[in-house]
């Protein structure tokens, strides 16, 4: 595709209830990244997939935080129970080989707010 | 993990001024060290990075410079135009096998003011 798109651009949702929020990275990309940005925060890293694996899973907030990516493609963030404080702004990124001095690509994020 | 601080958070300039952002970082394995622009509702993108070997590096208006010893690097924007408003964010990462991911600082919001 074109970039890295993200979907839905805005959820609105209660606490309590469970959300997903979902990626589409640039074909051929095999490394994909969440993080998240909180207001006045900077990008706090959340999960890393290569191809459909996730090596590292360690910057999930809790057990409430999962992910998965299917054909090595679009990954899907799932928050059960969603709180207030997991109001912010989720964003993904690919990028070709997963690198560490690879370009990420970013996609527009999800504004998630919790009511 | 790797700690990066970013300094400062806001930084407001005249036109046609420079601006300059200060990152240190805590790992002194690290060796990649890139910076991200966000403008306002868009998403953030990269402008400039720098590996360890290298102490500066320019590209138009925007150069970085490294300094390994003191563990900081900084972004430095001359000729500043409105255009460049928007949150800058440095990162660093280092060459270790599986350690992938980047540490990105807090961000500065840059406005230039016309």
């Known amino acids: 595709g074109a970039g890295v798109s993200q979907s839905p651009s805005n959820k609105v949702t209660e606490k309590g209830k469970d959300v997903e929020l979902r990626c589409d990275p640039i074909?051929?990309?095999?490394?994909l990244y969440w993080y998240r940005q909180s207001l006045g925060q900077g990008l706090e890293f959340l999960i890393y997939?290569?191809?459909?694996?996730?090596?590292?899973k360690s910057g999930l907030p809790s057990d409430r935080f999962s992910a998965e990516r299917t054909g090595g493609s679009v990954s899907t963030l799932t928050i059960q129970r969603t709180q207030q404080e997991d109001s912010a702004v989720y964003l993904c990124?690919?990028?070709?080989?997963?690198?560490?001095?690879?370009?990420?690509?970013f996609g527009s994020g999800t504004q998630l707010s919790v009511l | 993990g790797e700690n990066v601080e970013q300094h400062p958070s806001t930084l407001s300039v005249q036109e046609g001024d420079s601006a300059v952002i200060k990152c240190t970082y805590s790992?002194?394995?690290?060796?990649?060290f890139p910076w991200y622009k966000q403008e306002l509702g868009k998403r953030p993108q990269l402008i400039i990075d720098i590996r360890s070997n290298v102490g500066e590096k320019k590209d138009q208006r925007i150069a970085v410079t490294l300094n390994k010893t003191a563990k900081h690097f900084s972004l430095h924007i001359t000729e500043t135009q409105p255009e460049d408003s928007a949150v800058y964010f440095c990162a660093a990462s280092k060459a270790v096998a599986n350690d992938y991911k980047l540490s990105f600082g807090a961000g500065t919001t840059v406005t230039v003011r016309a």
């Open positions: 990124a690919s990028s070709l080989r997963g690198r560490r001095d690879e370009k990420l690509f």
């Open positions: 997939f290569q191809g459909n694996s996730a090596p590292d």
């Open positions: 790992d002194s394995a690290s060796n990649y």
């Open positions: 074909s051929g990309h095999t490394a």
